[in-house]
């Protein structure tokens, strides 16, 4: 039998439906509009494998500045252990490299670390998946800070250097079309200092809540009033498995451990500050 070839090329808006099959498949969380935020930040990089005029694989690979993020490495559930999550690595780093990026990471799962690690990629630190419905009946009420949305294009730019502050990176793009779609949540100290924000967004299975940055108080005061907004409803939140104060709030909300990622790096180290990161935006953009 002679074998199909395979055909790496770029994704297109028409193949968000068969993009959102294949993230269903695997049981991730993202709705067509998270495609479509990929498409809008980087349509050079997003990528699909083809054979046989049939879409069998995607990646995802996009650039801020310096510092490019690898995700959305899906492969057709009956075509797994053929390389094709292979060919589409090396096609985003390809893109990268091409772009100009002097540093390109990524959260992995178990099943997909030996493939980053054979591509170079080495470790930074853990993450863990939280998830499940939250029950708000017995949270303490936070207090100490002001928690509001805020829609102010001036405060959106705090919130951007922040960022910047906590990731080493400039996602500036990325959180500009977030905060469009849903204001985040911002903590403010006595004074009026903006300490820390929280962003969230709807998800196929659950709300994602993340990037959250800033101070400990801040980060769990942001967190208590999202938590209460989203009684009852299913929530995933990706905490850095080595923090003690946001995971052990979690725990109290009832939520549970679902699964670890692993932060990896390829090139020049860029690593979060720990003392600000507090919550990430999910394995697709960290």
Request: glycine share 10%; hydrophobic share 40%.
């Amino acid at each position: 039998m002679v074998e199909i070839p395979l055909t790496i090329r770029q994704l297109t808006a028409a193949d968000l439906p068969s993009a959102l099959r294949l993230s269903e498949q695997a049981g991730w969380n993202q709705l067509e509009v998270d495609w479509r935020r990929m498409l809008e930040l980087e349509p050079g990089g997003c990528l699909a494998a083809e054979r046989d005029g049939r879409l069998v694989g995607t990646t995802a690979c996009c650039t801020f500045g310096p510092v490019a993020w690898l995700a959305m490495v899906l492969v057709e559930e009956s075509l797994r252990g053929q390389g094709i999550g292979r060919r589409l690595v090396e096609a985003g780093l390809d893109f990268a490299d091409r772009a100009g990026a002097k540093t390109v990471r990524l959260d992995a799962t178990l099943l997909g670390r030996p493939v980053y690690e054979r591509a170079g990629f080495v470790p930074q630190f853990e993450l863990t998946r939280w998830s499940g419905r939250p029950v708000a009946d017995g949270l303490p009420k936070p207090g100490g800070l002001w928690i509001a949305r805020s829609s102010s294009s001036a405060v959106h730019d705090e919130l951007l250097a922040l960022d910047r502050r906590s990731t080493g990176t400039d996602r500036a793009k990325l959180l500009r079309h977030l905060f469009a779609t849903a204001p985040p949540l911002v903590a403010r100290s006595p004074d009026g200092r903006i300490v820390g924000f929280l962003a969230e967004r709807p998800g196929r299975l659950a709300t994602q809540l993340g990037p959250c940055c800033g101070t400990e108080d801040a980060a769990l005061a942001l967190l208590l009033d999202a938590l209460r907004e989203l009684d009852g409803e299913s929530v995933i939140v990706d905490v850095p498995t080595d923090s003690v104060d946001v995971p052990a709030l979690l725990q109290q909300a009832g939520l549970s451990v679902q699964r670890p990622l692993l932060r990896m790096c390829r090139g020049e180290p860029v690593c979060e500050d720990r003392d600000w990161f507090r919550c990430s935006y999910s394995p697709e953009l960290g």
